[in-house]
């Protein structure tokens, strides 16, 4: 999937928008922490899962400083994120790994652009470097450790 996150125009609709592809990815993980069979790869997703609730608390957060109302689910996305879970669930752990790196190049996409963002205040950038540089961790370890099952 082809994310558009961080194209936004608007400063207030791309933490909307980032709320939005947070929670889905919680709901992604929350699914593929449950369906993994190798304990040891849910705890190392689970560590990951808290990287995304941080991420989703400041963004909130961002969201009040703006006087913008936040997102409290996820959009259409999340029954594709979880959907691709749950597909990938018939062929084994490596197929799961292998859809969340996908979905980590979305939030790895989202947030580069949001980190670049022109209405973006240095605190909320320093947040968007910070996030990019988790997801990009994340997506390595996805890939390198699918690519080892």
């Known amino acids: 999937m082809v994310t558009m996150v961080g194209n936004e125009s608007d ?7 980032l709320i ?6 919680i709901a992604a993980y ?5 369906r993994l069979d190798d304990k040891a ?11 995304h609730l941080q991420h989703l608390s400041t963004l909130n957060q961002i969201a009040m400083e703006l006087g913008i109302e936040a997102p409290t689910d996820g959009d259409m996305k999340k029954m594709l994120t979880t959907g691709k879970v ?8 490596s197929a799961i790994l292998k859809v969340m790196k996908t979905n980590e190049d979305d939030t790895v ?9 022109e209405d973006a205040r240095v605190e909320s950038k320093e947040f968007f470097l910070k996030a ?8 390595k370890w996805f890939e390198t450790t699918a690519k080892q099952l």
């Open 132 to 139: 990019h540089q988790d997801e990009v961790r994340h997506r």
């Open 11 to 17: 400063f207030g609709k791309l933490v909307r928008d």
């Open 41 to 51: 790869l849910s705890a190392k997703v689970a560590e990951f899962h808290q990287d």
């Open 20 to 25: 939005y592809l947070e929670h889905d990815a």
């Open 109 to 117: 996409t989202a947030y580069d652009r949001a980190s670049r963002h």
């Open 86 to 93: 749950a597909l990938a669930d018939l062929f084994g752990d």
């Open 30 to 34: 929350e699914s593929t922490i449950e």
